[in-house]
Nanobody, 117 residues
Framework: QVQLVESGGGLVQPGGSLTLSCAASRNIFSFYDMGWYRQNPGKQRELVAT???????NYADSVKDRFTISRANAKNTVYLQMNGLKPEDTAVYYC???????????WGQGTLVTVSS
Protein backbone atom coordinates (compact mmCIF):
# COMPACT_ATOMS: atom_id res chain seq x y z
CA GLN A 1 0.00 0.00 0.00
CA VAL A 2 1.51 3.27 -1.12
CA GLN A 3 1.51 6.07 1.42
CA LEU A 4 1.90 9.79 0.82
CA VAL A 5 3.29 12.08 3.50
CA GLU A 6 3.09 15.85 3.12
CA SER A 7 5.28 18.37 4.89
CA GLY A 8 6.27 22.01 4.70
CA GLY A 9 3.09 23.76 5.74
CA GLY A 10 3.06 26.62 8.22
CA LEU A 11 2.35 30.28 8.82
CA VAL A 12 3.62 32.79 6.29
CA GLN A 13 2.98 36.48 5.70
CA PRO A 14 1.23 37.69 2.55
CA GLY A 15 3.70 37.87 -0.31
CA GLY A 16 5.86 35.18 1.22
CA SER A 17 6.87 31.75 -0.04
CA LEU A 18 6.58 28.14 1.07
CA THR A 19 7.54 24.82 -0.45
CA LEU A 20 5.39 21.78 0.25
CA SER A 21 6.76 18.27 -0.13
CA CYS A 22 4.95 15.00 -0.70
CA ALA A 23 7.00 11.86 -0.15
CA ALA A 24 5.71 8.59 -1.57
CA SER A 25 6.60 5.36 0.21
CA ARG A 26 7.89 3.93 -3.06
CA ASN A 27 8.53 4.94 -6.65
CA ILE A 28 5.14 5.37 -8.29
CA PHE A 29 5.69 8.27 -10.67
CA SER A 30 5.86 6.10 -13.77
CA PHE A 31 2.30 4.90 -13.20
CA TYR A 32 0.66 7.74 -11.28
CA ASP A 33 -0.27 11.31 -12.05
CA MET A 34 0.48 13.43 -9.00
CA GLY A 35 -1.36 16.47 -7.77
CA TRP A 36 -1.88 19.01 -5.04
CA TYR A 37 -5.36 19.94 -3.84
CA ARG A 38 -6.53 22.26 -1.09
CA GLN A 39 -9.59 22.55 1.09
CA ASN A 40 -11.09 24.93 3.60
CA PRO A 41 -13.76 24.02 6.15
CA GLY A 42 -17.19 23.84 4.57
CA LYS A 43 -15.81 24.03 1.05
CA GLN A 44 -15.07 21.46 -1.61
CA ARG A 45 -11.56 20.25 -2.16
CA GLU A 46 -10.13 22.04 -5.18
CA LEU A 47 -7.37 21.27 -7.63
CA VAL A 48 -4.24 23.36 -7.27
CA ALA A 49 -1.73 21.73 -9.62
CA THR A 50 -0.99 18.41 -11.27
CA UNK A 51 1.98 16.73 -12.92
CA UNK A 52 1.38 13.70 -15.10
CA UNK A 53 3.48 10.58 -15.28
CA UNK A 54 4.87 12.07 -18.50
CA UNK A 55 5.81 15.32 -16.79
CA UNK A 56 3.08 17.63 -18.11
CA UNK A 57 1.84 20.20 -15.62
CA ASN A 58 -1.47 21.93 -15.10
CA TYR A 59 -2.50 24.71 -12.70
CA ALA A 60 -5.65 26.27 -11.36
CA ASP A 61 -6.09 29.78 -12.74
CA SER A 62 -5.88 31.20 -9.22
CA VAL A 63 -2.30 29.98 -8.75
CA LYS A 64 -0.84 30.23 -12.25
CA ASP A 65 2.42 32.17 -12.37
CA ARG A 66 2.75 31.90 -8.57
CA PHE A 67 2.93 28.16 -7.86
CA THR A 68 5.15 25.51 -9.43
CA ILE A 69 4.72 21.75 -9.17
CA SER A 70 7.73 19.52 -9.69
CA ARG A 71 9.02 16.11 -8.72
CA ALA A 72 12.31 14.44 -7.84
CA ASN A 73 12.09 10.87 -9.11
CA ALA A 74 15.14 9.69 -7.18
CA LYS A 75 13.56 10.90 -3.94
CA ASN A 76 10.00 9.74 -4.72
CA THR A 77 8.95 13.28 -3.83
CA VAL A 78 6.64 15.85 -5.38
CA TYR A 79 6.97 19.52 -4.51
CA LEU A 80 4.75 22.56 -4.64
CA GLN A 81 6.69 25.81 -4.65
CA MET A 82 4.36 28.62 -3.65
CA ASN A 83 5.37 32.25 -4.18
CA GLY A 84 3.45 35.45 -3.75
CA LEU A 85 1.14 33.86 -1.21
CA LYS A 86 -2.20 35.51 -0.53
CA PRO A 87 -4.58 35.14 2.42
CA GLU A 88 -6.98 33.28 0.11
CA ASP A 89 -4.32 30.57 -0.33
CA THR A 90 -4.91 29.58 3.29
CA ALA A 91 -6.09 25.96 3.35
CA VAL A 92 -5.15 22.41 4.14
CA TYR A 93 -3.11 21.16 1.19
CA TYR A 94 -3.37 17.52 0.18
CA CYS A 95 -1.13 15.44 -2.02
CA UNK A 96 -2.88 13.10 -4.45
CA UNK A 97 -1.75 10.18 -6.59
CA UNK A 98 -3.98 8.94 -9.42
CA UNK A 99 -3.17 5.62 -11.06
CA UNK A 100 -3.00 5.93 -14.84
CA UNK A 101 -4.01 2.27 -15.09
CA UNK A 102 -6.73 1.65 -12.48
CA UNK A 103 -7.73 5.30 -11.76
CA UNK A 104 -7.29 4.48 -8.07
CA UNK A 105 -6.61 7.53 -5.93
CA UNK A 106 -4.35 7.84 -2.91
CA TRP A 107 -4.41 10.84 -0.58
CA GLY A 108 -1.98 12.17 1.96
CA GLN A 109 -3.03 13.39 5.40
CA GLY A 110 -2.76 17.08 4.50
CA THR A 111 -0.62 19.98 5.67
CA LEU A 112 -1.97 23.34 6.80
CA VAL A 113 -0.87 26.54 5.11
CA THR A 114 -1.88 29.80 6.76
CA VAL A 115 -1.22 33.12 5.05
CA SER A 116 -1.70 35.97 7.48
CA SER A 117 0.00 39.07 8.77
Amino acid sequence: QVQLVESGGGLVQPGGSLTLSCAASRNIFSFYDMGWYRQNPGKQRELVATITSGGSTNYADSVKDRFTISRANAKNTVYLQMNGLKPEDTAVYYCNALSTITRRQIWGQGTLVTVSS
